[in-house]
């Protein structure tokens, strides 16, 4: 079966980082696109970074570009995103996702997601 494991969430001064990592099992990693969503308390489920099957092209929300990386190691099937110049509207809990799109206003609905992971950016 499907399994995605999100670790690497938690505290971060504003200005500081965190590196994010999910760990996907259960399906042929390499063929499929990973994305990065988030979802904060009273918030939509918001897209943060995609990255295609062989991991040559990435795309990023406005947010977080510049300060956000994903990368895709398809020999270790793991999806990764390293987020720098961290924000206090980063805090959010983080979603890893097979595939890049998704239509849901709630994170972890239809689809394969991780558990999420919670990041925390305050002072």
């Known amino acids: 079966q499907v399994q995605l494991v999100e670790s690497g969430g938690g505290l971060a001064q504003p200005g500081g980082s965190l590196r994010l990592s999910c760990a996907a099992s259960g399906f042929t990693f390499r063929r499929y696109a990973m994305a990065w969503y988030r979802q904060a308390p009273g918030k939509e489920c918001e897209f943060v970074a995609s990255?295609?099957?062989?991991?040559?092209?990435?795309n990023y929300a406005d947010s977080v570009k510049g300060r956000f990386t994903i990368s895709k190691d398809n020999a270790q099937n793991t999806v990764y995103l390293q987020m720098n110049s961290l924000k206090p509207e980063d805090t959010a809990v983080y979603y890893c996702k097979l595939g890049s799109e998704y239509r849901g206003s709630r994170c972890s609905g239809v689809g394969y997601w991780g558990q999420g992971t919670q990041v925390t950016v305050s002072s």
């Open positions: 990255v295609t099957s062989a991991g040559g092209t990435t």
